[in-house]
């Protein structure tokens, strides 16, 4: 499936087919919290996305079932949080978990998160999470990676100047790969922790059924954590064509 610009969403849309408890999550929930596709040309201040605004907006890319995104959006009431996720089932998890904690400074993006990125304005972001996110690990199939020097041009410019980047992953290649493209990368500052990052999940990143799965097959995950380079006087896009 693509999108607008012509490139492709790769992965799954829909898993097991949804009971009608959760599609009314859909129906009733979602269309409050939803964040649509942004049209062409657009700039959007993800800060009034939240009523009332609140200090700062921390995105999730791709949030699988929710469990982190909730429970940030917990413990930060005065941040506003933006999940996105194109896969279905996940976004109803999260649906579910809204509603039974009572969090209210969320909204969603059920879709890629590129164009939602870069429709946003300039220095907007105060924290992105990407985590666990798919190792395509076959040599062939790299180009579909999220990290990537044009994403991490959108990353740098729209992260505020010391806006933390956090990353993790249970797979030692796609580990390697995210700290060399954001090592090449003239935005970001990092991994804290040490050239490899941290090897133990720090206290604040909450867990989520990805890395439990990854404990129980005895994988150690890696967390990446960078940050936003102050910016250069004149510093302007640095998006590739």
């Known amino acids: 499936m693509g999108d607008p610009s012509g490139r492709r969403l790769y992965g799954r849309r829909k898993g097991k087919r949804l009971r009608p408890l959760q599609q009314a ?9 939803a964040i649509p596709p942004p049209k062409p040309g657009i700039v959007i201040d993800p800060a009034s996305l939240f009523e009332p605004r609140p200090s700062a907006v ?14 940030q959006a917990k413990s930060h009431p005065e941040i506003g949080f ?4 194109p896969f279905i089932n996940g976004v109803v998890s999260l649906l579910a978990a809204r509603r039974r904690e009572g969090v209210r400074n969320l909204r969603i993006h059920a879709d890629d998160a590129r164009p939602l990125l870069e ?4 220095a907007s972001l105060g924290r992105v999470f990407i985590l666990f996110p798919d190792p395509w690990p076959k040599k062939r199939h790299h180009k579909r990676r999220f990290i990537q020097a044009v994403t991490l041009d959108l990353l740098g410019t729209r992260l505020r100047d010391g806006a933390e980047l956090r990353l993790a992953t249970d797979d030692a ?7 060399e493209q954001i090592g ?5 500052e990092g991994p804290a922790g040490g050239p490899l990052g941290f090897a133990e999940r720090p206290a604040d990143w909450p867990p989520t059924r990805y890395e439990r799965k990854a404990l129980l097959r005895g994988a150690r995950p890696a967390y990446l954590l960078y940050r936003r380079r102050p910016r250069q006087a004149g510093e302007g896009r640095t998006e590739r064509p």
């Open 119 to 122: 429709a946003l304005a300039p």
């Open 25 to 33: 999550l859909l129906r009733d929930d979602l269309p409050h919290v």
């Open 82 to 85: 933006i999940g996105c996720e």
């Open 184 to 188: 090449a990368h003239d935005a970001f």
């Open 58 to 71: 921390w995105l999730e890319i791709g949030f699988g079932g929710g469990e982190h995104l909730i429970a």
């Open 173 to 179: 290649d796609l580990a390697l790969w995210m700290r």
